[in-house]
């Protein structure tokens, strides 16, 4: 699972600069499976919706029971992994330097 930005307009590195104006992009969130390669699921949204906000309902729809999850440190909280816990679901979520197990 990843997310990656993807922006629409070339020259907004000029105007964002010159204006002070924030640059626009969408996110593509995307889902696939690492041993055929295959994209599974797939969102596109605007910018200002962050990976960890849609990693559970990808996982909802697209995951059986002992599958293995495998997502970069965006989506690194205790609700995700307590999801996955619950439903069998092994992960491979990279955590964060200062994780506390508490």
């Known amino acids: 699972m990843d997310g990656s930005g993807i922006s629409t307009n070339y020259r907004w590195d000029y105007r964002s600069s010159k204006y002070k104006i924030r640059q626009r992009f969408f996110k593509l969130h995307t889902f696939a499976d690492a041993e055929t390669k295959e994209l599974i699921d797939y969102k596109l949204t605007s910018d200002e919706v962050g990976d960890n906000r849609k990693f559970l309902t990808r996982i909802k ?42």
């Not at 999850?69 to 955590?95: C, E, P, Q």
């Open 61 to 102: 729809e697209s995951t059986r029971r002992g599958d293995t999850v495998y997502a970069d440190g965006a989506y690194d909280s205790k609700k995700n992994f307590d999801y996955l816990d619950k439903h069998g679901i092994r992960t491979g979520i990279r955590i964060r330097k200062n994780f506390s197990i508490n």
